[in-house]
């Protein structure tokens, strides 16, 4: 069966959220496992001589939260995309009305856990670099060597990924909420005045005169 407009649309979205939530879960998991699985957002960082230490990590569920949304949502993003192509190219599959109002209730939960993600990013790192400058933060040697090495850059990316990723998830929100609001548009019978009714009524009346 072809999909419609909509559907392509949405499809495309689904794929960029799956690039986005993959990036964000591998900077994430990148970054504490480069701070020896403590989680660095929220943390402090005391400067010992000429070397930076974390000297006070946050929660790990913090660090956990943020990687598995991100990947659990970009899994989702992907067996949909299969799912999709599966049914378009094998299967005669249509989604009705059911199965609209569950990918709606995901959408929405989708919207709330990548905000959720991306204000954690936002917060954490500007917290993280309250007593030094980000730029700095990267060049001045960790202890243990080699601890943050490209911490900076992973984060950036984590949380850039998350902001675009929730604009996705908004737009296909947006999509969801116009083809429910179409499919359940009710039918109205013809009335008089209509002009449909008075064309088809015309025609019916003719047909009649012609048998007569």
């Not at 990590?57 to 659990?72: E, I, K, R, T, W």
Request: hydrophobic share 50%.
């Amino acid at each position: 069966m072809a999909l419609s407009w909509l559907q392509r649309v949405e499809l495309a979205l689904f794929a960029a959220a799956f690039l986005c939530g993959a990036v964000a879960a591998a900077a994430m998991t990148r970054t504490q496992g480069s701070f020896s699985g403590r989680c660095a957002l929220y943390g402090v960082a005391t400067l010992n001589g000429s070397s930076l230490a974390l000297s006070r990590p946050s929660a790990p569920s913090l660090c956990y939260f943020v990687a598995g949304a991100s990947g659990l949502l970009a899994l989702y993003c992907l067996l949909l995309l299969l799912f999709w192509i599966y049914s378009s190219c094998i299967e005669d599959s249509h989604r009705g009305a059911i199965g609209l109002r569950i990918a709606l209730a995901i959408s929405a939960i989708a919207v709330f856990l990548v905000l959720v993600s991306a204000c954690i990013l936002r917060f954490g790192t500007r917290s993280l670099f309250a007593l030094n400058s980000e730029g700095t933060a990267q060049k001045i040697p960790w202890i243990p060597p080699g601890t943050a090495l490209q911490f900076y850059s992973n984060l950036h990316n984590a949380e850039t990924s998350s902001w675009v990723n929730l604009v996705l998830w908004c737009v296909v929100l947006v999509l969801q909420v116009v083809q429910w609001k179409s499919e359940a548009t009710p039918y109205r019978p013809l009335e008089r005045g209509d002009p449909e009714w008075s064309s088809e009524t015309d025609a019916l009346v003719g047909s009649r005169l012609s048998h007569s």
